[in-house]
């Protein structure tokens, strides 16, 4: 085998060489003739006479040297390119169809493997797992990915096969580096032996130890090399140096490696110190693990088994049911997004499969058309073998420019999608085309050439040599796969109804969510968040000073109308905190959880909320004045009904607070009680100039307060000025981000929008393709019969009825398929409701407008080739045959 | 004396040739006028089926080949035996020994005298 690969690498040099050396046979042939006394030319002619034709003899070298083989595939690709170019049309269809199936493959595979399946870039990857908590609940088996102190304490203490650590989330810091300077920083709490577990040492330095991890313990610090870089230079002189972290020192103990990170996503690390009061009371930490040498998942999992009921027994829990177990750390973290994007990978697939049955359906009406030359190859004696290879070559040869160009569209896609992905579904692992994904997609292609090659090869080689020969390329034979082609439009066009209802399903509650009112102007609205969990900032007083100054530095820039400060924007999540009416008929006994923030005085004006009733928050709402409270309309319907909230009070964190105002609804993105992604969620706000430094602290810990401001002229002068005004009060607080109020909106259903533009986009794929597929159908069956259409119309038919005669196949066939797609798109919307919302799976709103979309589509795609009728002139179509 | 010309059987080519190049290197005309020198002008090989024959060999690894000089001073291509074509050569001859002589005796047998 070896030496034929090599034989092939030296094909040019073999082919030289036996030509010379046949040449110098010649040569010395004709000599000797001239020697016997021929003359010279008589000579040359008798040689080559007597040698045999030249050609011949070089083919029966070649075969005898074992390069047969390669010669018959060369020349079966070189015929294959050759037909391929004779037919643009059939072949541009077939590869702009794989094209857009592979590249769509392509795109989508690499967000599904980045989200769930490419392993995590630490060592050992498959030893790594989170552990979780299911609980049994009426509604069937309830996962808790996050533990809490005790949780900890227990499996931390007790298990024997694993290697634990736990983490926080993430929090956006200040960062004060010793040379000055402030940056807003991305930290994560991680207990001793965090990296150990992940497998990865600091780059220089060491990992916080046992000791640092205590209350009391030394405040350390590890940096990623990100952040070493762009904040110290890549220093590591910094080693053992002090930061400023929340303005508190902390000594700086380690540099990760360049290219680590954690989930979530951290620029520094610093001790946990977990604990079973506080946050620890809660489940407010992820547990990461590793399975010990010799250990097993099973292993691990029966421990863990026993040791959660040990841990019930031993606590006297009433918990009829709760296990402890290992899942994946993909699992863990993309929990939510699973089914969204395994519904998008199953959705992409739907669109190769149409693409394929396209294709087949092209190549079996082009092997019908092919019967009459694949029947006179046939007596001049290639063997069925010859032809079987020879139809195969040319899918090979489509298959391979397809999906050439295929993975040209997919990276090109990959690179207009990655932005977008990675803000929004934030998956642990950057999407690339890697190595992976493209042997997937040239996976794709060989199948899909073996496929779609195959049984059309087998069909039109399987052809009635006399039947085809004896009658003409328009007969009978022609017809024989008519039915198998039908077959496969109705399949194409039953899939495209299922890819379409699910768009239309996805779409739905997009439409809705954009159509709500935002009850705010965001318009010219900028806004930015800093972090207070800031040692510097626990009284009252300072925060007010912060708030008051900045503002008043902000109000005095040219173009600013108003500006103003609040713990959380519309569109996002708010703090939830319980609050008590007191007074009237709608008392409550006991707090219920609502929505709160606090607000400056400017909050409610740069974002042109709509005051209802009462007045808005004033210069004299202060310390000492009365406290007043502010509820929005939602709250009102909730829980005032018909009573008039104004001068009602509320009960909140021990104090008494008079109602003063009521404003619109804003949309929020709701937290408790509430599934709808967005929504209207019953709210009061609180002047900030009236809490108390302990109110303000614990607010601050859990969101950064934003200051939104409204003015015209170019953001960045805007943004200038906003920093500039802070840092007259304080050089150390970074602003985060700035953004746009319409970009704050935008970013709250980006989730939903991601999901519905790529379900959507599928879906027009699919569409296109369906109509392709109708087209090509009726295209090719006008064509087979111009000659019938011809006698009818020189018959005297009219001309309108023969173009529906033509067209009614397409148009039937488009029926049948929606007819079954109507059935499989039920079963497909019951998938769906896992990851839908606001809308019903059997939306009739959906499944009417695709309906009607489809068959509008099939029937252009029916009447457009049809119409070629109108132009046909009977006589010169019966004097053709 | 040149004996009249006879056709040469099936898969003897191939030993033919072995046997030529056994006594020194050839080219593929000189292969030929060899064993039409040999055989007295009696084996009088098709051209055409020569080249295809030596290829074989040289894919079975019973001959090599190497670009020379031959007469004229013109470059032709060398045929040489190797080891295994030379083993080869030693099997087929003694093969072909039992088979003449197996032929032979079949065809000289006469009607028993007894």
Same mark, same amino acid.
């Given at each position: 085998m070896f030496k034929r690969l090599l034989s092939l690498f030296h094909r040019g040099r073999f082919e030289s060489d036996l030509d010379a050396e046949l040449r110098d046979h010649l040569q010395k042939y004709s000599d000797d003739l001239v020697a016997h006394g021929i003359a010279p030319q008589e000579a040359e002619l008798r040689a080559r006479r007597e040698f045999g034709r030249f050609i011949a003899v070089k083919e029966d070298v070649r075969e005898s040297s074992g390069l047969a083989w390669a010669d018959t595939a060369a020349r079966n690709f070189r015929y294959a390119f050759r037909t391929l170019r004779k037919n643009p049309a059939f072949s541009l269809t077939v590869i702009v169809t794989l094209a857009l199936c592979i590249g769509a493959n392509t795109a989508i595979f690499s967000i599904v493997d980045a989200m769930l399946f490419r392993p995590l870039p630490y060592p050992d990857p498959g030893r790594l797992a989170r552990v979780s908590r299911l609980d049994r609940s009426p509604r069937g088996w309830y996962e808790q990915v996050e533990v809490n102190g005790r949780t900890w304490e227990y499996i931390h203490g007790h298990a024997r096969t694993i290697d634990v650590a736990v983490h926080s989330g993430f929090e956006g810091v200040n960062l004060v580096a010793p040379a000055g300077g402030a940056q807003y920083v991305r930290q994560v709490r991680v207990s001793t032996g965090f990296f150990r577990v992940l497998g990865v040492a600091p780059r220089i330095g060491r990992e916080i130890a046992p000791e640092e991890d205590r209350d009391g313990g030394p405040p350390v610090a590890v940096l990623s090399h990100g952040l070493w870089t762009r904040l110290f230079a890549s220093d590591a002189e910094i080693l053992g140096q002090t930061i400023l972290l929340r303005g508190e020192p902390y000594t700086v103990i380690g540099i990760m490696p360049q290219g680590f990170d954690t989930t979530p996503s951290a620029e520094l690390w610093t001790p946990l110190r977990p604990?079973?009061?506080?946050?620890?009371?809660?489940?407010?930490?992820?547990?990461?693990?590793?399975?010990?040498? *010799?250990?097993?998942?099973?292993?691990?999992?029966?421990?863990?088994?026993?040791? *959660?009921?040990?841990?019930?027994?031993?606590?006297?829990?009433?918990?009829?049911? !709760?296990?402890?177990?290992?899942?994946?750390?993909?699992?863990?973290?993309?929990?939510?997004?699973?089914?969204?994007?395994?519904?998008?990978?199953?959705?992409? *697939?739907?669109?190769?499969?149409?693409?394929?049955?396209?294709?087949?359906?092209? !190549?079996?009406?082009? *092997?019908?058309?092919?019967?009459?030359?694949?029947?006179?190859?046939?007596?001049?004696?290639?063997?069925?073998?010859?032809?079987?290879?020879?139809?195969?070559?040319?899918?090979?040869?489509?298959?391979?420019?397809?999906?050439?160009?295929?993975?040209?569209?997919?990276?090109?896609?990959?690179?207009?999608?990655?932005?977008?992905? !990675?803000?929004?579904?934030?998956?642990?692992?950057?999407?690339?085309?890697?190595?992976?994904?493209?042997?997937?997609?040239?996976?794709?292609?060989?199948?899909?050439?073996?496929?779609?090659?195959?049984?059309?090869?087998?069909?039109?080689?399987?052809?009635?040599?006399?039947?085809?020969?004896?009658?003409?390329?328009?007969?009978?034979?022609?017809?024989?796969?008519?039915?198998?082609?039908?077959?496969?439009?109705?399949?194409?066009?039953a899939l495209g109804m299922v890819l379409l209802v699910s768009a239309g399903l996805v779409l739905r509650p997009l439409i809705y969510l954009n159509g709500l009112n935002p009850g705010f102007d965001g318009r010219h609205v900028l806004t930015a968040s800093l972090s207070l969990k800031d040692a510097r900032y626990t009284a009252d007083g300072t925060v007010n000073r912060l708030f008051e100054t900045s503002l008043a530095g902000i109000r005095q820039t040219p173009g600013v109308e108003a500006a103003g400060i609040g713990l959380t924007l519309p569109y996002e999540r708010a703090l939830n905190d319980g609050a008590r009416i007191v007074d009237g008929p709608n008392a409550m006994t006991e707090a219920q959880i609502t929505d709160l923030l606090y607000v400056t005085q400017g909050y409610f004006e740069a974002l042109r909320f709509t005051m209802r009733r009462g007045r808005m928050f004033e210069e004299h709402d202060t310390v000492g004045a009365p406290l007043v409270a502010i509820v929005n309309e939602a709250y009102v319907r909730h829980y005032f009904k018909n009573d008039d909230p104004l001068g009602r009070h509320l009960s909140m964190a021990g104090a008494l607070h008079e109602i003063v105002g009521v404003v619109a609804d804003v949309q929020q993105q709701s937290g408790w009680g509430n599934f709808a992604p967005i929504a209207s969620t019953p709210t009061v706000y609180v002047p900030t100039a009236q809490l108390s430094g302990r109110d303000l602290q614990a607010m601050d810990n859990y969101y950064s307060p934003h200051w939104v401001v409204r003015a015209g002229g170019p953001q960045a002068d805007i943004a200038q000025a906003m920093r500039a005004a802070v840092a007259s009060v304080d050089r150390q607080l970074p602003f985060a981000e700035f953004r746009s109020m319409d970009e704050v909106r935008s970013g709250a259903f980006s989730r939903q929008r991601l999901q519905a533009v790529l379900l959507g986009s599928l879906a027009a794929l699919a569409l296109v393709l369906a109509a392709v597929g109708i087209y090509g159908l009726v295209a090719h069956s006008v064509m087979e019969r111009t000659r019938e259409f011809g006698i009818r119309l020189a018959l005297g038919a009219p001309r309108w009825q023969a173009i529906g005669q033509a067209a009614r196949p397409g148009i039937l066939l488009t029926l049948i398929g929606a007819a079954v797609g109507f059935f499989l798109a039920q079963g497909a919307g019951r998938l769906l409701a896992s990851v839908l919302w606001g809308v019903q799976p059997d939306d009739r709103t959906a499944f009417v407008s695709v309906t009607a979309l489809l068959v509008i589509v099939a029937a252009l795609a029916s009447l457009v080739p049809s119409l070629r009728i109108a132009r046909l002139d009977p006589a010169t179509t019966l004097r053709e045959e | 004396m040149a004996k009249p010309p006879v056709e040469i059987l099936q898969g003897t080519l191939d030993m033919l040739i072995l046997k030529a190049v056994s006594l020194g290197p050839l080219h593929g005309y000189g292969i030929l006028l060899r064993i039409l020198q040999i055989s007295n002008e009696a084996l009088q090989i098709p051209q055409g089926s020569l080249y295809p024959a030596l290829y074989r060999l040289e894919h079975g690894g019973f001959i090599t080949s190497e670009w020379g000089e031959s007469e004229n001073n013109r470059r032709s291509k060398f045929y040489e035996l190797t080891a295994a074509g030379r083993k080869h050569l030693t099997e087929e001859t003694a093969y072909w020994g039992r088979l003449t002589e197996a032929i032979g005796d079949v065809l000289k047998a006469r009607p028993s005298e007894g």
């Amino acid at each position: 085998m070896f030496k034929r690969l090599l034989s092939l690498f030296h094909r040019g040099r073999f082919e030289s060489d036996l030509d010379a050396e046949l040449r110098d046979h010649l040569q010395k042939y004709s000599d000797d003739l001239v020697a016997h006394g021929i003359a010279p030319q008589e000579a040359e002619l008798r040689a080559r006479r007597e040698f045999g034709r030249f050609i011949a003899v070089k083919e029966d070298v070649r075969e005898s040297s074992g390069l047969a083989w390669a010669d018959t595939a060369a020349r079966n690709f070189r015929y294959a390119f050759r037909t391929l170019r004779k037919n643009p049309a059939f072949s541009l269809t077939v590869i702009v169809t794989l094209a857009l199936c592979i590249g769509a493959n392509t795109a989508i595979f690499s967000i599904v493997d980045a989200m769930l399946f490419r392993p995590l870039p630490y060592p050992d990857p498959g030893r790594l797992a989170r552990v979780s908590r299911l609980d049994r609940s009426p509604r069937g088996w309830y996962e808790q990915v996050e533990v809490n102190g005790r949780t900890w304490e227990y499996i931390h203490g007790h298990a024997r096969t694993i290697d634990v650590a736990v983490h926080s989330g993430f929090e956006g810091v200040n960062l004060v580096a010793p040379a000055g300077g402030a940056q807003y920083v991305r930290q994560v709490r991680v207990s001793t032996g965090f990296f150990r577990v992940l497998g990865v040492a600091p780059r220089i330095g060491r990992e916080i130890a046992p000791e640092e991890d205590r209350d009391g313990g030394p405040p350390v610090a590890v940096l990623s090399h990100g952040l070493w870089t762009r904040l110290f230079a890549s220093d590591a002189e910094i080693l053992g140096q002090t930061i400023l972290l929340r303005g508190e020192p902390y000594t700086v103990i380690g540099i990760m490696p360049q290219g680590f990170d954690t989930t979530p996503s951290a620029e520094l690390w610093t001790p946990l110190r977990p604990s079973t009061r506080g946050e620890g009371g809660g489940v407010n930490y992820s547990m990461i693990a590793r399975l010990l040498p *010799g250990s097993s998942t099973e292993k691990a999992n029966a421990e863990l088994e026993t040791l *959660g009921a040990q841990f019930i027994a031993a606590n006297h829990f009433k918990i009829a049911s !709760m296990r402890w177990h290992l899942i994946t750390v993909q699992r863990a973290n993309g929990d939510s997004d699973r089914g969204p994007v395994l519904l998008l990978w199953a959705a992409v *697939g739907l669109v190769l499969l149409i693409g394929c049955v396209n294709v087949a359906g092209l !190549m079996l009406a082009r *092997g019908g058309a092919r019967q009459h030359e694949i029947a006179t190859r046939m007596a001049l004696g290639s063997g069925r073998g010859g032809i079987l290879a020879q139809l195969l070559s040319e899918s090979l040869v489509l298959a391979i420019i397809g999906g050439i160009a295929g993975l040209v569209l997919g990276s090109v896609a990959i690179d207009a999608l990655k932005p977008v992905v !990675m803000a929004t579904l934030r998956p642990t692992q950057p999407i690339t085309l890697d190595t992976r994904v493209v042997i997937v997609t040239v996976f794709t292609a060989l199948l899909t050439a073996l496929i779609f090659g195959f049984y059309p090869a087998l069909a039109s080689s399987r052809g009635d040599l006399l039947n085809a020969l004896g009658s003409s390329s328009r007969t009978a034979s022609a017809y024989r796969n008519a039915w198998a082609r039908r077959g496969l439009v109705v399949c194409e066009v039953a899939l495209g109804m299922v890819l379409l209802v699910s768009a239309g399903l996805v779409l739905r509650p997009l439409i809705y969510l954009n159509g709500l009112n935002p009850g705010f102007d965001g318009r010219h609205v900028l806004t930015a968040s800093l972090s207070l969990k800031d040692a510097r900032y626990t009284a009252d007083g300072t925060v007010n000073r912060l708030f008051e100054t900045s503002l008043a530095g902000i109000r005095q820039t040219p173009g600013v109308e108003a500006a103003g400060i609040g713990l959380t924007l519309p569109y996002e999540r708010a703090l939830n905190d319980g609050a008590r009416i007191v007074d009237g008929p709608n008392a409550m006994t006991e707090a219920q959880i609502t929505d709160l923030l606090y607000v400056t005085q400017g909050y409610f004006e740069a974002l042109r909320f709509t005051m209802r009733r009462g007045r808005m928050f004033e210069e004299h709402d202060t310390v000492g004045a009365p406290l007043v409270a502010i509820v929005n309309e939602a709250y009102v319907r909730h829980y005032f009904k018909n009573d008039d909230p104004l001068g009602r009070h509320l009960s909140m964190a021990g104090a008494l607070h008079e109602i003063v105002g009521v404003v619109a609804d804003v949309q929020q993105q709701s937290g408790w009680g509430n599934f709808a992604p967005i929504a209207s969620t019953p709210t009061v706000y609180v002047p900030t100039a009236q809490l108390s430094g302990r109110d303000l602290q614990a607010m601050d810990n859990y969101y950064s307060p934003h200051w939104v401001v409204r003015a015209g002229g170019p953001q960045a002068d805007i943004a200038q000025a906003m920093r500039a005004a802070v840092a007259s009060v304080d050089r150390q607080l970074p602003f985060a981000e700035f953004r746009s109020m319409d970009e704050v909106r935008s970013g709250a259903f980006s989730r939903q929008r991601l999901q519905a533009v790529l379900l959507g986009s599928l879906a027009a794929l699919a569409l296109v393709l369906a109509a392709v597929g109708i087209y090509g159908l009726v295209a090719h069956s006008v064509m087979e019969r111009t000659r019938e259409f011809g006698i009818r119309l020189a018959l005297g038919a009219p001309r309108w009825q023969a173009i529906g005669q033509a067209a009614r196949p397409g148009i039937l066939l488009t029926l049948i398929g929606a007819a079954v797609g109507f059935f499989l798109a039920q079963g497909a919307g019951r998938l769906l409701a896992s990851v839908l919302w606001g809308v019903q799976p059997d939306d009739r709103t959906a499944f009417v407008s695709v309906t009607a979309l489809l068959v509008i589509v099939a029937a252009l795609a029916s009447l457009v080739p049809s119409l070629r009728i109108a132009r046909l002139d009977p006589a010169t179509t019966l004097r053709e045959e | 004396m040149a004996k009249p010309p006879v056709e040469i059987l099936q898969g003897t080519l191939d030993m033919l040739i072995l046997k030529a190049v056994s006594l020194g290197p050839l080219h593929g005309y000189g292969i030929l006028l060899r064993i039409l020198q040999i055989s007295n002008e009696a084996l009088q090989i098709p051209q055409g089926s020569l080249y295809p024959a030596l290829y074989r060999l040289e894919h079975g690894g019973f001959i090599t080949s190497e670009w020379g000089e031959s007469e004229n001073n013109r470059r032709s291509k060398f045929y040489e035996l190797t080891a295994a074509g030379r083993k080869h050569l030693t099997e087929e001859t003694a093969y072909w020994g039992r088979l003449t002589e197996a032929i032979g005796d079949v065809l000289k047998a006469r009607p028993s005298e007894g």
